[in-house]
């Protein structure tokens, strides 16, 4: 049997609670994730995936946008060549 899987786009939350302490007064947080563009949304999957469709699948961004708009996913082609850039 032959079976897919189709993409599934899921938001990663990361919550990172600041503990103070009384005595001393300082703040203390866990360091931020790794991320693969600097402020970016974009996930290092989610970054090889519009990559790899623009390049070696020869599916330009505004088709990528349509696919993910239809996923329920509204992300400009702006914002997809951006990321190609980057």
């Known amino acids: 049997m ?26 203390v947080q866990a ?15 989610t970054l090889a995936h519009v990559v790899v469709a623009k390049f ?5 961004l505004y088709r990528q946008a349509e696919m993910m708009a239809a996923q329920g996913l509204d992300i400009g082609r702006s914002t997809l060549a951006g990321w190609a850039a980057q």
């Open 2 to 27: 032959l079976d897919v899987a189709p993409v599934q786009w899921r938001v990663i939350r990361t919550v990172r609670p600041k503990y103070s302490c009384r005595s001393c007064e300082q703040i």
């Open 31 to 45: 360091p931020a994730p790794v991320k693969a563009i600097a402020q970016g949304k974009a996930s290092f999957a």
């Open 56 to 60: 070696d699948h020869h599916l330009p």
